[in-house]
Nanobody, 116 residues
């Protein structure tokens, strides 16, 4: 059974940091591209960051470049999103995604709220 379980969300003040984790099971994690998406209230889900299967290449949305870092540990079947210099507009539910061709899996999300 495929599972993606996000953790690490919470309430943080503007300028603060959070580290999200996504623990994967039920599929060959090291073969999959992994991504983080987010969905703010009233908005569509958007791609935040992607990392290739071996971790050699990463891509980021312009809105988070220089502030967020995606990484993965294939030995632990886990992908991370380090979020620094958080802004109120980063408030959203953050979802973990695994993709391999036509295979696409989603976690249930973790809420990040940036507020003073």
């Amino acid at each position: 059974q495929v599972q993606l379980v996000e953790s690490g969300g919470g309430l943080v003040q503007p300028g603060g940091s959070l580290r999200l984790s996504c623990a994967a099971s039920g599929f060959t994690f090291s073969s999959y591209f992994m991504s983080w998406y987010r969905q703010a209230p009233g908005k569509e889900r958007e791609l935040v960051a992607t990392i290739t299967s071996a971790g050699g290449t990463t891509n980021y949305a312009d809105s988070v470049k220089g502030r967020f870092t995606i990484s993965r540990d294939n030995a632990k079947n886990t992908v991370y999103l380090q979020m620094n210099s958080l802004k109120s507009e980063d408030t959203a539910v953050y979802y973990c995604n695994a993709n391999y061709g036509a295979r696409n899996y989603w976690g249930k999300g973790t809420l990040v709220t940036v507020s003073s």
